[in-house]
C-alpha cells in the first residue's frame, strides 16, 4: 500500500558524495539490483521502531565507484553464502534477491559482497573499478 512505501521510505538516507564518478552501466539493471538490496534492508528494519537503511556511493581510492546499502536489522549469520540462489532467513520467501542482485552486478562487470556491521546489521558492498568501467564503455 503506498502509506506503508512512504513510512518505508522515510527510513531511508541516501548519500551519495560529490567525487563519487559516473559509471558506465545498464542503469535499468544496476537499479534495479539496488531495489532487491534495500527491498532486503527495509525488510529487516521493519519491525524496529528505530529501523534505518543507509546507501551511500563514493569513489574508490583506484577511481572506480563503491555503493553501500546498510540496515542496523538483526544481520545475517557470517560466512553463509548469503547470495547463493534459495538462501533466506525469512520463511516462505523464494531467495531470489540477493542472488539476482550479484547476477546483475556482475553481469555489468561490477562486484558485491556482504559484512555484517559493528552493533548489528549488515552491509552489501558493489564495487565499480575504474578498469571495469572502461570495458564495459568499450
Not at 62 to 74: C, H, M, W
Not at 78 to 106: C, M, Q, W
Not at 120 to 128: E, K, T
Request: hydrophobic share 45%; charged share 20%; proline share 4%.
Amino acid at each position: 500500500d503506498v502509506a506503508a512505501g512512504a513510512h518505508a521510505m522515510e527510513r531511508v538516507r541516501i548519500e551519495i558524495a560529490a567525487s563519487a564518478p559516473a559509471i558506465f552501466c545498464d542503469a535499468d539493471q544496476v537499479g534495479y539490483a539496488l531495489g532487491e538490496l534495500m527491498l532486503n534492508a527495509l525488510e529487516a528494519t521493519a519491525p524496529l521502531s528505530d529501523g534505518v537503511v543507509r546507501v551511500s556511493a563514493a569513489a574508490t581510492v583506484a577511481g572506480g565507484l563503491r555503493i553501500s546499502v546498510e540496515d542496523n536489522g538483526p544481520g545475517l549469520p557470517d560466512g553463509d553464502d548469503v547470495f547463493a540462489i534459495g538462501y533466506s532467513t525469512k520463511t516462505g520467501h523464494p531467495g531470489l534477491g540477493l542472488a539476482n542482485a550479484r547476477t546483475v552486478i556482475e553481469a555489468e562487470h561490477g562486484a558485491i559482497g556482504f559484512s555484517p556491521r559493528d552493533g548489528g546489521g549488515c552491509c552489501v558492498v558493489i564495487r565499480f573499478e575504474t578498469a571495469d568501467r572502461q570495458a564495459v564503455a568499450a
